[in-house]
């Protein structure tokens, strides 16, 4: 499976510095995720999800240990070598879906493919939008939006660049029951037809369980990793 | 490796620029405002001063009225008037000295500059008279020109008599305006022309009256004057006289004016200085609010530099905005520079679009506004793509970026560079950078007490308001330090300007205290002292001092003539192959041009004290040496010491001194006082005139007073103390509203500086008021929440400007004007009470939202 894998974590270390104490936020954390897979990772708050997923997708540098996404070592890019990565690799979804306020749904989701240089997107934008059912609103700035029309679009923008892997930090987290339903048959249906991978931080076990693996951790350590197991394809 | 090379196109970065713009145009075009009126001001003086200096070139000849103008306060020797006779095609003579007039209708009596000429001068432009001819005609008969203004102030009508010294003449016509003459020189001495063939007959040409004898010429062929005035000139120099051609006239002209719209530009860019402040710190709030877009633009993939990039093209653009808007408002505020100063200008200026002012301000706008945005853009580079996950995630701070201190010595830079520019002296413009750095450094020192005072010493007893009011100091993104910067420095350049003017005012208005001489007579004859001096006591009216005036030269200083020096310098530079000027201690070649006005006394009078040698007031027998005392800044100029011997040329006679003492001397002291002084038993036979000095009570013995005086002694020229405050008065207040059009510009950017800033720091406050509104606050609370804050905030900002102001302006009298600073109390009080209403009556303002709507009709809105 190695020759699979889409992203390792090696013996993983966070250490933050402030007011010169050091405090660790991520010790020791080692697993590989495999292309096309679905990962979630869990943990109560303050156990260091969210650190670790910005370590993963070169949002941030570890202390100690070594970060591969498709076979790039992300510890040994300068600041503008791991911009180009995330453009090239890397699809987002954020809890609070941080849409640009000044763009409307069809530029914020043309945002990452003019970045890639690519031609006639306006097309590949609508069609996204189209899937997410916000054709229709494509001229709309996000604050003319709903909070679950916001997150569509979000998913619109995340699967733009045809990523390899999509990172979602809480996607659900600030949904109603509801809507979150919605989102997640959204979000897992475009990542089973683009056949991305898949790694959610979230403390929704509900969400978690609908992935193929949960990485479980505690005061920043991994306490479990775990296969789901499922009646149905996801 | 990701691939390095395909990078964001520069249209791409364009596009993000503009569609980020979009739903932040009203707000960045307010922020870029605060640079329009700066902007607007330098071009307006640009303009004004690229369109005066094509007048003066055009009109330089109607300016100097003749090709060749000679001067002198000699009259010509016999050699020098053969050489007099002989230049030009057509000549004209005049002599110029001040005197009294009498209007004899209704009593009236007045120091003018009388001009008598002969002639056809001027051979360029004219004598501008109403009516028409009187400027050909006056030299047909006894008649005059005389001031328009002053036949105003007289009442006096073409037909009517003016008596100068013993002669009447009828008045020709009213002279609106002659060669040179400004509506300020025509206001402090106003001029009355009257033929030559008639100035013996008026008995004023006698010794001690201070003429001027001037020649103008006219050359068919124009371009022989300057190679003509070069072989003549060590003629001219050696008879003392002075020359003006019409290429001097214009460069003597231009000089004067580019000093006067230097000053006027530097008044412009204080304002822009104040704008840009006030962009610097609203750029500051808006990247901070722009922190989760630039992080997610960062998750996204986009470089650092490139989000970097976008911001930097929209301030490009905003500034270019921003500098056309103020080019266009410059360009139309010179139509008005103009009529602002009309009082100064000797030429009828002609309005038109100057390319070089335009474009000069439109750079300047962009190159300033993206200056002082680039500390805070600089910091998109440091935005961590982590914001997107985490708001409240703070990068390590990294406690130097080198690239803001490289962007905040260019400003330094730029300001200094600037300044230098148009002051074109390292000193000053050094001064004046220096001024604004220290000024700036203080404001930045005094708002960081402030936040630590504040929150160090709200007691928990206070009330709730008060402490929310208080604790908006300092808290985070707080407008402190910006407000108390822009609303300071404009203070304190108002300020400055407003004490300024006091001082000036009140340092005349000292001087005509009750026990203060307030009128001056003088060109009083030896034999006509006693009897002025009795006419004076006929009207009950004080003799203060009579002093006598003698007429001297300087003929020799330690036995070295003024051909011996001149001798030596040429040696020297011979020399040093006249490559440069070696100096020379000792006296120097000026020492010898000029008439010295000099007297003689026995004592000190309280404006002289000695301060070094000793004061000798009297020489007892014929032979023993004669020590004279001078004035010591003189003495530094004359380049002698103590012990030094001068021979003085007085009217012929040689007379040899001591250089006894030297002496400090006030001069802003309303009495007669002398660079050299001799001791009695020395000068008392030599030609000599005398000045008197009286205290009159009020304006109607005053004229009085002058009327008898003139009718009894006509040659007698009186200064009135009172039309002298008077004329200064005018002269002051019209010099201040040039400098209060010009500080209007630095008010108004502080005002719209004010608004920029409250509007800024409004979201961070309109959140904070919508909780409180969600969780009961009523009306007045947040109102009175926000009114102490500003009210704070102003009364801060403003009381630290006066300081300031105060600080500047004492040192300006202190070593500058050398007068006592004591500003009075109320205009201080009234200025800061003014600016604190105003910055708390804004702040209040822009709160009104929440008072008035649901707060859920806001956050809507805001979000």
Redesign the interface.
Known sequence: MQDQAILEIKNVGKVYKSAGKSLAVLKDISFTVNKGSSVAITGASGSGKTTLLGLCAGLDKASSGEVILNNIHLNHLSEDELAATRNQNIGFIFQNFQLMPTLTALENVMVPMELRGEKNIRHAALELLDKVGLADRSHHYPIQLSGGEQQRVSLARAFSNRPAILFADEPTGNLDGETSIKIEKLLFDLNTKAGTTLVIVTHDLELASRTHRIIKLKSGELISDESVAHTQPV | ????N?G??FN?IL??AW??????RSRLLLFISSIVLGIAALVAVYSFRDNLEKDIDNQAKSLAGADLILDSRKMPEKEMQALLDTLGEERSTERSFASMIYFIKNQGSRLVQVRALEGKYPYYGTLETKPLNAGKDFQNGRTALVDKTLMLQYEANVGDSIKIGALNFKIEGALIEAPGQTGITSSIAPVVYIPLKYLEETGLTKIGSRIQYKYYYKFSRTSIVDQLVKKIEPQLKKADYGYETIASTKENTGRSFRDLSRFLALAGFIALLLGCIGVGSAINVYIKEKL??I???????????DAFLIFLVQIFFLGLIGAILGTALGTAVQFILPAVLKDFLPVAITIQLSWPAILQGISLGVIISVLFALPSLLSVRKI???N????SYEA?ENAVDPLKWLVYGLIVLFIFGFTYLQMNRWTQAIAFTGSIVIAFLLLFAISRLLMWLVRKSIPSSMGYLWRQGFANLYRPQNQTLMLTVSIGLSTAFIGTLFFIQGILIKSVTLSSGKNQPNMVLFDIQSNQEAAVAKLTKDYHLPVMAQVPVVTVRIASINGKSAEDLAKADSLLNAKNGNKEKTETKGPSQSAFRNELRVTFQDTLTSAEKITEGKWEGKVAKPNDPVYVSIEENYAARLGVKIGDKITFDVQGVPISTVVGSFRAVNWNRMQTNFRIVFPTGVLEEAPQFHVLMTHVPNQQVSAKYQGAVVRTFPNVSLIDLGLILKVLDQLLSKIGFVIRFMAAFSMATGWIVLIASVLTSKNQRLKESILLRTLGASRKQILTINALEYLFLGAIASGTGLILALAGSWALAQFSFESAFSPTLLPILLLFVIITLLVTATGVFSSRKVLNRPPLEIL?EE?
């Open positions: 490796m990701p691939n390095q395909k964001v196109s791409w596009k993000m569609r980020d713009s979009r739903k932040n989760s877009a992080a997610t633009l960062r998750c996204l993939g986009v470089k650092a530099k961590s793509p982590l997107a996950l985490r708001a390590p809507r979000t």
